[in-house]
């Protein structure tokens, strides 16, 4: 069975961080490039980080470049979003997706920046 647990949201003051986890299970992790992806309410969903099978290359929107930070590790089957210099802004569900030849999505985890 797949599945793909996201933890480590939360509320957080602004220009606090957090620390998203992302726990892989059910298919070949190594394999699966990896990326968060998050939902405002009243907003499209917008591609936050990916990173590809072996780390080696990564990826950010505009909008988080400079202050979040992708990294998996395979051993693991886990994928992670460090998070700084929060915003208001950045409140939002922050979702894992995996994708190669099948695309897998987790439930999510809300995240709240917020004074």
């Known amino acids: 069975q797949v599945q793909l647990v996201e933890s480590g949201g939360g509320l957080v003051q602004p220009g606090g961080s957090l620390r998203l986890s992302c726990a892989a299970s059910?298919?070949?992790?190594?394999?699966?490039?990896m990326s968060w992806y998050r939902q405002a309410p009243g907003k499209e969903r917008e591609l936050v980080a990916v990173?590809?099978?072996?780390?080696?290359?990564?990826n950010y929107g505009d909008s988080v470049k400079g202050r979040f930070t992708i990294s998996r590790d395979n051993a693991k089957n886990t994928v992670y979003l460090q998070m700084n210099s929060l915003k208001p802004e950045d409140t939002a569900v922050y979702s894992c997706?995996?994708?190669?030849?099948?695309?897998?999505w987790g439930r999510g985890t809300q995240v709240t920046v917020s004074s």
């Open positions: 997706n995996a994708r190669w030849i099948y695309s897998y």
């Open positions: 059910g298919f070949t992790f190594r394999n699966y490039v």
């Open positions: 990173i590809t099978s072996t780390g080696g290359s990564t």
